[in-house]
């Protein structure tokens, strides 16, 4: 099939989401054009993007993300990123917003060069579903409107979110439930032209685009092993054989998360968890393999009914070269349908979701709970480890002693 072309399709997107197994105070001593611009290594004829997104998970160990130094690490990575986007985009890029919570992190680029200049109204937003809403699980998202480039044509509103979900494998009902909290509480101010009440959700979106460490396991089927999926993993057929177990799949078809969201084949590439590291190809006994790591996305004009969408992946796909993570990364390349006519609405949305995903009632009180604690939590933490020499438990052990041979010799007599 003939690839659109800049006249039948409106705006090509690209997303690259990353775990990086809490590496990112490491720097990224790997060359960031095999993830970033995968266009090199398919076609010099394929066009570049008009919008990167680049979303991070595990960015920082915990006690220094709670304490908000994933911040930092942020600002050092929007300056790679920007420098290799610009050497192989064609043309310059500006950073639109980035959004961080504890080591979930999100950067968002376009191309100066059309649709950058039409960007107005950029929001972001957060929320924790860790332990205490804290943010070692949530979410973060940057969401614009793209006024009309030809008359006629209507607004249309973009939403990234990077997502990092509950892991381990028995955990599924606790993802279910991550995604409902993220739903209900990643709200943003509605647009000014917006005819309904209240905050708008990440479904108040004309294009939708929900990525990262969902940590969906395999269905373990009787008689299936770790090495019989490790040998299946290795070719296209076995591949296909274990996307059936797939749980996220199975999850979606029963409308249980990611309602109305899509998804390309994710069964060309291996699963992208969990590895031994400095491998490209070995995977840790420790987890049976899963694709973990995921790009979904919707645009208003699907049907509420449809099991494809009319957002088409161009490229995804994984890139086994980064070692440094039990994660591989992963990245799409997609052509977004051109706008719909303008109608009543201010801008087209996607169909609505379920009832029980409307916006939580007073969501800054999970939000900020789970803010101070985390930030309460990381600074003791640091203590800890200060007073223990870089190991918290031997922290708390000088303290205990500290604090017993202080006792002792008050009440010692003199």
Known sequence: MAEPTRATRSTRVQIATYNTNLQGN??????????????????????????????????????????????HVVDSRNQLILKEVQAHGEGDYTLVARSVNVGVALLVYARDEGIGRRITDVQTSWTGCGPLWMGNKGAVAVRFRVKAKEEGEADEVFT???VHLTAHSHNL????????????????????????????????STHLFFFGDLNFRLIQKA?????????????????????RLDELS????NGTVCNGLHEGDFSSFKPTYKYLLNSETEYSPKRAPAWTDRILFSTASDSPTATTSNIKPVIYTSVPSYTTS??????????????LPVSECAFPVLAAPPSYLQPATLPNISRYTGKVCAWMIGWVWCV??????????????NVIIGVSAWTWWRKAPA
């Open 160 to 162: 990234f979110v990077s």
């Open 326 to 339: 039990d994660h591989k990364p992963v990245v799409a390349i997609l052509d977004v349908p051109s706008p």
């Open 223 to 243: 008689g299936l092993s770790y090495s019989d999926i490790q040998e299946k993993a290795n070719s296209p057929e076995g591949r296909r054989e274990l996307a």
């Open 26 to 71: 490491a720097g990224l001593p790997q060359d960031l054009v095999d993830w970033l611009t995968p266009t090199l290594r398919t076609a010099s004829t394929v066009d570049p993007p008009d919008i990167v997104a680049v979303g991070f998970q595990e960015l920082l160990p915990l006690h220094l993300a709670f304490t908000g130094q994933s911040r």
């Open 250 to 253: 199975t999850e979606m078809q």
């Open 384 to 397: 800890f480890r200060f007073i223990g020499m870089g190991r918290a438990g031997v922290g708390i052990g």
């Open 173 to 204: 009902a606790q993802r279910l439930h991550d995604y409902i909290h993220i739903v209900r509480t990643l709200l943003f101010p509605s647009f000014a032209s917006k005819a309904s009440p209240g905050p708008d959700t990440i479904y108040d």
